[in-house]
């Protein structure tokens, strides 16, 4: 990729898809000359490289510069983004869609005295009792990068158009944001954390689809990092 990479520059955090809570869990570690990669290192490979194959990177030279990728966590409160048929909040007989994070990479790349941080995202938009298929859906998701004081440095708010195949019963999504080439701080972002959420209060629907889905949002708590 032309870049030294920071130390423990990329890991996967592995959550359960689906209606089930997600829970993380973070692996980190080089894979062996001629080893097959395992399935974590193609979940990352996928999102962040997109492809579970990649060729061999080539040889970089040394650079005094390292840092700590920060891990990545779920924002408390925005883990799930569901959309319920009027006046049926809460209901889970009346809800029509429900997305879910899946898996999520970081990466962090020196470039002499600045360094890029770029986050890998996936998650399933799954159909509810109330719910069609044959539809394309805004799923609102915000990226924030924080520092050892919880202050935002870095914050993006993503809406992913998901489409949903006629007669299934949902579709996948994923998404790469990068952080633009920012100063290595003098911490060397020992002590920064990425958040990931769904921000209900951020999506830009087309009209028509907003006319349909404005009421029905779950209220749950936004990623507000602005």
Known sequence: MGARKGRTSVAAIVAVLGVGVGMASCSSGPQASGASPSLGEKVQNLILLGTTNPPPAPALKQSPTEVNCPPVDIQAGTGAYQLYDGGHQGDPFNLRYQARFGQFARQCDVHGDQVTVRIGISGRLIVGPKGDSGRVLPVPVRVALLDFNDKPVFSKLTTLSVAIPAGSGGADFSEVVEVPP?????????????????????????????????????????????
């Open 182 to 226: 920012m100063p290595i701080p003098r911490e060397r972002l020992y002590g920064w954390s990425i958040k990931i959420g769904f921000d209900a209060k951020g999506v830009a629907a087309k009209p028509a689809e907003h006319r349909r889905t404005r009421h029905r949002a779950a209220q749950s708590p936004s990623l507000r990092l602005r």
